[in-house]
């Protein structure tokens, strides 16, 4: 089983960024596509991208095309999401997961999750 670890959360201006990352360990990272996702008070969570193992092969949702950007690197078996043009809308705890499955299937881990707080 892998282990997540997210950072690089905070409080941001809107229109400010933010590149969180995430630290996996436990399995080797080339193997899996990542996802990042995210939760915001009284809702549920939502898928934000998606990235194959390679990173040849990227998904976003609709509502982040433009302004968000996943990367990885396997030599640092770190996943990232870089946020630009942040908005209110945008507040939530940010989560990485693993999807061992294939890319935009069902996560089998979960990080802790980090707080990403934008100001009006």
């Known amino acids: 089983q892998v282990q997540l670890q997210e950072s690089g959360g905070g409080l941001v201006q809107a229109g400010g960024s933010l590149r969180l990352s995430c630290a996996a360990s436990g399995r080797t990272f080339s193997s899996y596509a990542m996802g990042w996702f995210r939760q915001a008070p009284g809702l549920e969570r939502e898928f934000v991208a998606a990235i194959s193992r390679s990173g040849g092969r990227i998904l976003y949702a609709d509502s982040v095309k433009g302004r968000f950007t996943i990367s990885r690197d396997n030599a640092k078996n770190t996943v990232y999401l870089q946020m630009n043009s942040l908005q209110v809308e945008d507040t939530a705890v940010y989560y990485c997961?693993?999807?061992?499955?294939?890319?935009?299937?069902?996560?089998?881990?979960w990080g802790q999750g980090t707080q990403v707080t934008v100001s009006s």
């Open positions: 997961a693993d999807q061992s499955r294939g890319l935009g299937s069902l996560p089998s881990s």
